[in-house]
């Protein structure tokens, strides 16, 4: 599986695949990128799950090609498109906005508090 929390004490992993363009989602500045949404979203969660969670962006055609060949194949295939959200080894969204709130409700699922 992608992305698990194996053992107790080990953060739950949110993995986010997007390309290097604007997102939409950028707090309202100009030119926000998906990196840059995920980042916000990370700070969030780490403020309210500390350790428990740790958020990794990863950049589809740059870092993703090699590492990450099952999420290659889900965009080579057409059965989704970025930004692909990844929470506890499950896909949480693709081709929507980078949603916080999503993300925390199912960490929230998953048992943390």
């Not at 993995?15 to 030119?31: E, I």
């Not at 995920?38 to 870092?63: H, I, N, P």
Request: glycine share 12%.
């Amino acid at each position: 599986m992608l992305l698990t929390r194996c053992v107790a004490n080990l953060p739950i992993v949110v993995r986010v695949f997007g390309v290097p363009t604007t997102s939409g989602c950028d707090g309202g500045t100009k030119g926000g990128t998906w990196r840059d949404a995920t980042e916000w979203v990370a700070r969030s969660l780490k403020t309210r799950f500390g350790d428990q969670v740790r958020v990794e962006y990863f950049d589809l055609f740059l870092d993703a090609i090699d590492a990450f060949p099952q999420v290659m194949g889900l965009v080579a295939r057409g059965e989704a498109k970025p930004p692909l959200v990844f929470v506890g080894g499950k896909l949480l969204s693709a081709g929507e906005r980078i949603s916080g709130p999503a993300i925390r409700r199912r960490l929230e699922a998953l048992g943390l508090a």
